[in-house]
């Protein structure tokens, strides 16, 4: 008998054995009667079951599914924090222009003593009618300097852009390895599920022909459900992947086949010392880093200059109605830095400078440490994964095999070949949960460590006094 397939009523609802009719006993002369044989269809081989990962992911890279790299492409278009991140390098690009302006000039309208007039005491147009205009000079190179503060900034926007794309494209292939992980974990659930119901149905029949205890029926609908909610926690897996995976992509997309193969590339192996220096060299968090770094030079730079005081030219001209002739003036004045020279903000700024030194240092070890933790995962999910391949799965396919061919023979109860066969699967889940450890650290390496692909994107701006002021500095 073929079992069919679950109904969604089935799935979700209490499992209720089938009524099954007790049969004749055979007489006690007859040995090969005294022996149950179920009236079920036998499980698949060996190479049948190793055969069905295979025909899935066929079936997937077949059909017209998702590829890594159209995801990824979506990313770039539709993931709201890498626009977050470019607009963040746009504004401080316009803090850049700012802070390079050269002041306004400022213009004054004069008029004095309006409607008075000494002599006549009649209204006159007043003593004096005029304007004049205000410029201030900017002294030591200001706006300049300010200039190369804010661009080397925008080179740190950039730098985290760059580490934001990481995260991105980071977790789209982590949870895309992991969408297409649990969807063979779905079918090796469904296949243990069916596995269970083959036992469950034949203990029935068992208790039917008097060879089962009723605590032995019991027991297999216990383990029958166990698996049913096993089948359940997979599909509900493989749901919130897919939804996590359209989410980073910036779309909402329904729960649809994808195009890849998880297995490929067990054959190449990271080396720790090699990565360690990639991530010193590479990374954006370190580029950032350097980057923040030298702009923290610039403002050091910016601040100790800032008390050479800036130069105020006034010049006003206009006309004297009392001596009835033009007139013209000319005022040049600068504040004397006597009490306030900028020391406190320069204290800061070295702090800062200072700060950020050690930062770099400590990004390093950081990136160090994490490496360590994740290497260490890869590397043994790797070993796990190569162990699964080369003896694990090969060893108990021979098991199950052997098991198969000796119930044909009349050799091995039926309980053993189920019970093989369940952990065969089983082994097969382990192996893809491996895979999935294994891909998820190796794109963590290869990555730069990076993730959190819907995490705002960093600010390139620090909080402080010296961002605080009207015109940026």
Same mark, same amino acid.
């Given at each position: ?32 009667? #005294? ?75 004069? *008029? ?37 503060? =804010? ?86 897996? =493989? ?24 297995? &490929? ?35 050091? &730079? ?16 206009? =006309?004297?109605?009392?001596? #009835? ?9 600068? &504040? ?21 030194? *050690? ?38 396919? *021979? ?13 091995? %109860? ?19 949960? %491996? ?5 998820? %650290? ?27 002021? *009207?015109?940026?500095?």
């Amino acid at each position: 008998m073929v079992l069919p397939q679950l109904s969604s009523a089935q799935v979700s609802g209490p499992y209720v054995p089938p009524a099954i009719e007790p049969k004749q006993s055979h007489s006690d002369d007859d040995p090969v009667g #005294r022996r149950f044989v179920p009236p079920l269809s036998l499980p698949p081989s060996p190479a049948g079951v190793e055969s069905l990962m295979k025909q899935q992911t066929q079936k997937e890279e077949g059909a017209s599914g998702l590829t890594l790299e159209s995801l990824l492409s979506m990313a770039m278009e539709s993931n709201p924090t890498l626009v977050q991140a470019q607009q963040q390098v746009q504004g401080t690009l316009g803090k850049a222009i700012e802070a390079g302006l050269y002041p306004n000039p400022t213009f004054y309208y004069i *008029a004095e003593q309006i409607f008075v007039d000494s002599s006549t005491d009649t209204d006159t147009p007043g003593e004096f009618q005029g304007g004049a205009i205000q410029q201030e000079f900017v002294t030591a190179n200001k706006r300049e300097i300010s200039r190369r503060k =804010y661009q080397q900034r925008a080179k740190t926007a950039e730098w985290l852009a760059v580490a934001q794309q990481w995260r991105v494209c980071n977790d789209i292939r982590i949870h895309f390895w992991n969408t297409l992980g649990h969807r063979q974990i779905v079918d090796i659930r469904r296949e243990l599920l069916k596995a269970a119901e083959d036992k469950s149905l034949t203990t029935r029949e068992r208790y039917n022909l008097g060879q089962a205890t009723r605590a032995e029926l019991h027991l297999s609908n216990v383990a029958l459900q166990r698996a049913r909610l096993s089948f359940l926690n997979a599909e509900n897996m =493989y749901q919130s992947q897919f939804t996590i995976l359209s989410s980073l992509a910036g779309l909402e997309l329904d729960p649809q086949p994808l195009k890849g193969n998880i297995s &490929e590339g067990t054959e190449t192996l990271i080396d720790f010392h090699t990565a360690v220096e990639k991530l010193y060299s590479d990374s954006p968090e370190v580029l950032a880093a350097t980057a923040k770094w030298q702009a923290d030079c610039i403002t050091l &730079e910016r601040e100790r200059v800032e008390p050479v005081p800036n130069i105020f030219v006034k010049a006003a001209t206009g =006309y004297n109605h009392e001596s #009835r002739e033009p007139v013209a003036s000319v005022q040049v004045f600068m &504040e004397v830095p006597i009490f306030d020279r900028n020391q406190g903000t320069i204290l800061q700024a070295e702090a800062d400078l200072a700060r950020q030194n *050690a930062e770099i240092r400590r990004t390093k070890l950081r990136l160090r440490q994490e490496l360590a933790v994740r290497y260490q995962k890869y590397l043994t999910a790797l070993q796990h994964v190569i162990e699964f391949e080369s003896v694990i799965l090969p060893e108990a396919k *021979a098991a199950y095999s052997n098991q198969l061919d000796a119930y044909k023979e009349d050799r091995q %109860n039926w309980d053993d070949v189920l019970k093989t066969q369940q952990e065969y699967y089983s082994l097969r889940e382990q192996y893809v949960q %491996n895979l999935i450890m294994w891909r998820t %650290n190796e794109t963590l390496i290869n990555g730069f460590l990076l993730h959190g692909g819907l995490n705002a994107a960093p600010s390139p701006t620090p909080p402080g006094h010296i961002d605080s002021v *009207a015109q940026p500095r």
